[in-house]
């Protein structure tokens, strides 16, 4: 058995796709379910010798996993290694009662339900399906079914959005009391049709961007959630019940673990070298029929590019960088600078020198990252 302890399997069909999404998706396509998680079994077949004995986390992401038909979902469930933390993404609208028994029937322990905003003319904007009760109605359903650890995406900067806007989306998701948020700036991909659609309204949200970012930490902190990633946040101390409930799964990426990932678009890091799925839904059915590999992009990961992506990821955490893990990344004299400015900080305990950023260099996050990449 190999060592690899982080698996991520996509699975692409979604009943629509929303215009500012960039993901590998595919509308409908119900009559090739089957035939993607065969291919997909096959997939991971093949690579099963990497991955260790003891599999940490299973992600399953899309696209929208519980759009994909139910037979084929708890199929593709049942054959996936155990894990202690088996999390499926979900948007609210295909949050069915059979949905829910066959997730809890199969073993899953935490759920990201997409919710995005729960203004009915933001949503509309985002070209979501799911309504402000979908999204009640799912986390209630979930919660009857015992599922204690339900994830929450929000998304700001959105177009018409305002400041009371967001702190309507905020108020209305801790009621909910979420065990985890994650709450992401829109990013729409220009020569999209939602940048041809919105793009002055764009400009004047990315003005807003930092005043959002700044109320969104603001609220969820002082509601008791740790901000332990730029993005992310979850419930500590006694309302978190003695639980870690940061996203096990996504600190595998931001610790620069190794991990398999599965699927069209799927990527993987194994022993220096980065994999890439080809995004075509037909090549990877077909190749992975025959008895082949995906077709797949290969790209080497050399010391000083494993040293720059720790640091660029390290920092967005909470938790300090061992300096002698970037130190082919890190550049010494803005290292100084940056702690003269109190957007760095520098410590030293039994592993030597560590960097974080400080509560005011993350508000500034990527910059202050950029500054200290040699």
């Not at 020569?191 to 309204?201: L, M, N, P, Q, Y």
């Not at 190749?287 to 082949?292: D, F, K, M, P, R």
Request: proline letters at 4%; aromatic letters at 6%.
């Amino acid at each position: 058995m190999g060592s690899v302890r982080h698996l991520y399997v996509h699975l692409p069909f979604c009943a629509h796709r929303c215009g500012y999404c960039d993901f590998v998706t595919v509308v409908g396509r119900s009559g090739q379910h089957g035939a993607y998680v065969d291919a997909l079994l096959a997939e991971l077949e093949q690579e099963r010798h990497v991955l260790a004995d003891d599999v940490a986390t299973v992600f399953l992401g899309g696209g929208t996993p519980t759009f994909t038909e139910l037979a084929e979902l708890e199929r593709l469930l049942r054959a996936l290694p155990s894990a202690s933390e088996l999390t499926v993404e979900a948007n609210p609208e295909t949050v069915t009662p059979d949905v829910v028994s066959s997730l809890r029937a199969a073993g899953v322990t935490r759920v990201s339900l997409g919710a995005q905003s729960f203004r009915p003319h933001l949503l509309e904007t985002l070209e979501r399906q799911a309504s402000p009760d979908d999204v009640r109605r799912a986390v209630h359903s979930l919660r009857d079914a015992g599922f204690d650890n339900i994830s929450l995406d929000l998304v700001y900067g959105i177009p018409g959005q305002s400041s009371s806007d967001l702190e309507s989306d905020l108020t209305e998701a801790l009621a909910l009391e979420p065990e985890h948020l994650s709450c992401y700036e829109l990013e729409a991909k220009p020569g999209t049709r939602f940048t041809h659609a919105h793009g002055d309204e764009l400009v004047r949200q990315g003005d807003a961007m930092e005043g959002y970012f700044e109320q969104v930490v603001d609220t969820l902190c002082t509601a008791g959630y740790r901000w332990y990633e730029t993005a992310n946040f979850c419930l500590e101390g006694r309302r978190a019940r003695g639980r870690d409930l940061r996203a096990s799964h996504n600190l595998g990426y931001w610790h620069g673990h190794d991990y398999l990932g599965v699927g069209i678009g799927a990527v993987s890091t194994l022993a220096g070298v980065r994999r890439r799925n080809l995004p075509s839904l037909p090549r990877y059915v077909q190749a992975l029929a025959s008895g082949g590999a995906p077709p797949r992009e290969l790209e080497p990961i050399d010391a000083a590019t494993s040293a720059r992506e720790r640091l660029l990821l390290g920092l967005r955490l909470d938790e300090p960088v061992v300096v002698a893990d970037v130190a082919h990344a890190l550049d010494r004299d803005a290292l100084t600078r940056l702690v003269e400015l109190d957007l760095v900080e520098v410590t030293t305990n039994g592993r030597g020198e560590e960097i974080r950023l400080t509560r005011r260099g993350r508000f500034l996050g990527g910059g202050v990252t950029a500054e200290l990449m040699v």
